[in-house]
């Protein structure tokens, strides 16, 4: 299917004097899965709440499925699906019994046994969510999103703050419902989730999104595919102008006396680099290569890491 | 695709009841709670005996012949103490009323307090006796014991009727700001779930709950008390379920701004506890000044009350109860409406 599933022009959205989304643009295609990258507090989770109706914007306009929220709400919602952060479903509900509730808000839609057994929770049925482990909780918060047979899934942060197993379980469930078709906006603040799982992705810091593109297309743009950090064991000084001299460097990054270099030719660039540290007398203490992401993207792009860790 | 799987409302009650019947205290609360508060305040006040008032008599001359006479009296405790002593006592509450001999006898009491107030009319009559006054008239004394005029018939409906209150204000108030502090509230409305429904679902469970509730207590009083149940058992069912209704709805409007669990818990409060003491649950609301008559008879849980001990002690029938029935459904309507305008979906 092509065309447009989402549009939302010039978003804004204030909380007091704190400016949470600062005119906003997004366009998610039909069956793309899209996502929202950024730091916590860049306004991802405000605009995704203003896209599904939860919140209304102080300005700009939101269209879903070619539809508004103002003339279409009811039947808009028969059509989304939604995980939002920090739900906490019923604790003392059966995992059936939660996903027989809110599939009975909805005319059409998967029998719940289906969803069960594709979020893997068919043999926890009868347990009480109070019971469940965090994995288990957010696949079965995913469950609730899938059991309209949503056009459009929404997820908020999915995987924050699980376990590498449980993450990839739910990566395999996203993944399938896109395969089958669905449209899916996803905000996350984990680089491998968004190259894993996204077609394109924008990033967003400070309520504005300062880049979008596939994830390829962003990691291109740095003009370079690979990563150079080294840090000195006695802090001799070493100017930018010197690095930036050395063969096939592109950026110069140099933060928490770390110095990272973004390179298109690392065979030519690491031999360079040793000559010079000999040259000065300089002894590394830290020296790794990696080939470049979505981080080092937003840390061009934003001179700070998309987690503050 | 598939079928949906019934009605959301249906869904939606047995949530609710779920939520309640999984949660052992709260049923301890709702059930057990007010039958073991009306065993209690029925063993207290079934059948006592005539009350025996303690009063202090200070020492002194004459002090002796009023002892002498108020131990040949019946229903006074008497003890001779020092003028501070005695004083002491009556400050303390353990004599009602303090003698100090002489001429005339001085009778020191707080007139405010009806036990001592009983005391000195019995004192008096006591020393007019020793003096020689002799009565002119015979008097026999006979006690109440009869069904239906006693204490434990005026309290049961009464405990019905706050039962019918506490559960419905805190089952609706804090299942509401449990679902909005868990942001669950939020993700039930990114749904198509219909608020009117989510809110009925509420009233609903309620209902469910008050068949045993109130059948419970009522049971508890015939078995245990013999309180008389002289009304129809529909008319019971009526007045009930229009209360547990009405309390839902009240529920619903303290609940429909509070964030969390401390600050319903205040609100609750201010709302129930006034009705607590003016709505006669324990005692009748006519002790109260006349002008605070017409605002006592207004409030949601006198009418209740009111239309409980009509039916059940008094046999009346339904359409006598009308007038209540009506400040229940004002109330009930109003504070419904209230809530689903100002409610706090976020």
């Known amino acids: 299917m092509t065309g447009t599933a989402i549009a939302c022009r010039g978003l804004v959205k204030h909380y007091g004097d704190v400016v949470a989304v600062d005119g906003l643009d997004l366009e998610v295609r039909r069956g793309e899965c899209f996502g929202m990258l950024g730091p916590n507090g860049a306004g991802k989770t405000t605009t995704i709440e203003i896209i599904q109706g939860l919140l209304r914007p102080d300005a700009g306009s939101v269209e879903i499925l070619g539809a508004t929220w103002d003339r279409d709400e009811r039947a808009l919602r028969e059509r989304l699906g939604t995980q939002l952060q920090e739900t906490k479903l019923p604790d003392k509900l059966e995992v059936e019994e939660v996903l027989v509730l809110f599939r009975s808000f909805y005319r059409d839609g998967h029998a719940v046994a289906d969803v069960l057994r594709q979020v893997g929770l068919y043999d926890k049925r009868r347990s009480w969510v109070v019971k469940l482990s965090g994995g288990q909780r957010q696949r079965l918060a995913v469950a609730c999103a899938l059991v309209c047979r949503p056009d459009v899934l929404f997820l908020d942060e999915p995987t924050t703050g699980l376990d590498p197993q449980s993450r990839r379980q739910l990566w395999d469930v996203i993944s399938e419902f896109r395969r089958q078709g669905g449209t899916i906006l996803l905000t996350t603040h984990y680089m491998e989730e968004a190259e894993r799982l996204c077609d394109r992705v924008a990033v967003v810091d400070g309520g504005r999104i300062i880049t979008q593109g596939s994830p390829r297309e962003l990691i291109t743009s740095l003009g370079a595919e690979h990563v150079v950090e080294f840090a000195l064991a006695d802090g001799v000084g070493l100017g930018r102008a010197d690095l930036a001299a050395l063969p096939g460097v592109e950026q110069v990054h140099d933060a928490d006396g770390k110095i990272r270099l973004t390179v298109s030719h690392i065979h030519q660039t690491v031999p360079a680099l040793m000559h010079v540290l000999a040259e000065r007398g300089a002894m590394l203490s830290e020296l790794t290569t990696h080939h470049a992401t979505l981080e080092d993207v937003f840390l061009a792009l934003t001179g700070r890491h998309l987690r503050d860790e | ?346």
């Open chain 2, 1 to 346: 695709m598939s079928e949906r799987p019934g009605h959301p409302l249906v869904h939606l009650t047995a949530w609710r009841i779920r939520e309640f019947t999984r949660e052992p205290e709260a049923l301890f609360w709702v059930f057990v709670f007010p039958v073991l508060l009306a065993f209690a305040l029925g063993l207290a006040f079934k059948n006592r005996a005539v009350q025996v008032v303690a009063v202090a008599v200070e020492r002194g001359s004459g002090a002796a012949d009023l002892m002498q006479a108020l131990d040949a009296a019946a229903g006074v405790a008497p003890v001779l103490v020092d003028s501070s002593e005695a004083r002491n006592r009556l400050r303390t509450g353990r004599v009602a009323l303090v003698v100090r001999p002489g001429e005339p006898v001085v009778f020191v009491y707080d007139s405010t307090r009806q036990e001592s107030y009983v005391a000195r009319l019995v004192v008096d009559q006591a020393i007019q006796r020793a003096a020689g006054v002799e009565p002119r008239r015979a008097v026999v004394d006979r006690r109440v014991t009869e069904k239906g005029a006693r204490y434990i018939d005026f309290l049961l409906p009464g405990l019905i009727g706050m039962g019918i209150m506490g559960t419905g204000m805190w089952g609706v108030g804090f299942g509401i700001v449990k679902t909005r502090n868990q942001k669950l509230l939020k993700r039930l409305i990114a749904s198509p779930m219909r608020r009117s429904e989510f809110m009925l679902s509420f009233v609903l469970s309620r209902l469910f709950f008050l068949v045993l509730e109130v059948g419970s207590l009522l049971a508890f009083g015939a078995l245990v008390f013999g309180v008389p149940f002289r009304g129809s058992l529909l008319a019971v069912a009526v007045i009930s379920v229009l209360g547990a209704m009405t309390f839902a709805g009240l529920g619903l409007l303290v609940a429909s701004r509070s964030r969390t669990i401390e600050g319903v818990s205040g609100l609750m409060n201010v709302v129930m506890v006034p009705m607590w003491i003016c709505s006669g649950v324990f005692f009748a609301y006519s002790n109260f000044p006349e002008p605070m008559q017409p605002f006592l008879q207004a409030l949601p849980l006198t009418a209740l009350n009111d239309a409980l001990r009509a039916v059940i002690l008094d046999g009346t029938g339904l359409a006598a109860t009308v007038g209540f029935l009506g400040i229940l459904a004002a109330w009930g309507v109003g504070s419904f409406g209230v809530a689903l305008k100002v409610f706090r979906w976020q």
